[in-house]
């Protein structure tokens, strides 16, 4: 349309000025951005405590056979037999273990079927791969992988065997699985960052 401007006169004579000239300072400060400060502030600070001060549980995992015994019933002539379930954990966590701990047990085959017993007896002294086949025998020594330094924990096996699927199976001499044992808490921190936990005498 003639007669009208394509500009405005104010955005006309701001371009006409020299461009050295300062501008005004462009001043952004919406309410949000101190209550944002504080709630980034508050998160972190309660991340960084919930790091410091939660603990974690630690578990000790490994190979683990089951064994039949034979056992002579005191009442009668009848030959009974005892399960129970040998497990080889790391050599390092002896210290840690004790009877009376709770064992889970995995049997290969059988996955998310957990069977838990109470330890009944701990090794005292720490084994190699070799010699803890020998303490199983011929027969059954050869059925597991052993790599390193292990600790042998006995516990005793139900008779009634073990539910798989809502169903009662039989333990057999020579099933193999994995054993795991609950240690002690640890705190989180300190799985963050091992370094500190001799810095801090843990």
Wanted: no cysteine; proline share 7%; charged share 25%.
């Amino acid at each position: 349309m003639r007669g009208e401007r394509l500009f405005r006169q104010e955005a006309l004579d701001e371009h006409a000025r020299p461009f050295d000239r300062e501008g005004k300072v462009l001043r952004i400060a919406p309410a949000w951005t101190s209550t944002a400060y504080w709630l980034v502030t508050a998160v972190a600070g309660a991340g960084l405590a919930f790091i410091a001060l939660a603990s974690v549980p630690r578990y000790a995992e490994g190979p683990a056979i089951v064994r039949v015994e034979p056992l002579e019933e005191v009442a009668s002539t009848r030959k009974g037999a005892r399960l129970e379930v040998v497990a080889f954990l790391p050599g390092h966590h002896l210290p840690s273990l004790l009877p009376g701990m709770t064992l889970r047990l995995e049997l290969d085959g059988w996955p998310q079927t957990w069977q838990e017993v109470t330890v009944e007896t701990v090794g005292r002294s720490v084994l190699g791969p070799a010699e803890a086949r020998r303490l199983l025998g011929p027969a059954l020594g050869d059925s597991l992988t052993l790599s390193g330094p292990v600790v042998p924990l006995r516990a005793g096996l139900p008779a009634e065997g073990f539910r798989a699927e809502r169903r009662t199976l039989d333990y057999h001499e020579g099933m193999v699985g994995r054993a795991e044992v609950r240690l002690e808490s640890e705190r989180l921190l300190f799985l963050l960052m091992p370094a500190l936990r001799g810095a801090l005498g843990n």
